[in-house]
């Protein structure tokens, strides 16, 4: 079955950089569109970043310039690469299969002004 283990998390102060990664088993992966949500307390999870199989990326407004999304199939990976962080980026983030709606765990990010 799909499983996605998020990890990266963690604190850091304003300004500063995070990366995240999601190791991917149980599907094709290399075929699949892949993508990164958040939920922030009091909250709905919101879609952050996505990447295709083609590795063609997008983003939410509120990271354009500051996160990267990329992908390596070789290890089954997809990442999120996290800079100029602000207090509203607080949130657990949770990467996912395009269009599934199950989830993992996630990882808490936390930034701190």
């Known amino acids: 079955q799909v499983q996605l283990v998020e990890s990266g998390g963690g604190l850091v102060q304003a300004g500063g950089s995070l990366r995240l990664s999601c190791v991917a088993s149980?599907?094709?992966?290399?075929?699949?569109?892949m993508a990164w949500y958040r939920q922030a307390p009091g909250k709905e999870r919101g879609l952050v970043a996505t990447?295709?199989?083609?590795?063609?990326?997008s983003y939410a407004d509120s990271v354009k310039g500051r996160f990267i999304i990329f992908r390596d199939n070789t290890k089954n990976i997809v990442y999120l690469q996290m800079n100029t962080l602000k207090p509203e980026d607080t949130a657990v983030y949770y990467c996912?299969?395009?269009?599934?709606?199950?989830w993992g765990q996630g990882t808490q990010v936390t930034v701190s002004s």
């Open positions: 996912n299969v395009v269009g599934r709606r199950d």
């Open positions: 149980g599907f094709m992966f290399s075929i699949s569109g």
């Open positions: 990447i295709t199989r083609g590795g063609t990326t």
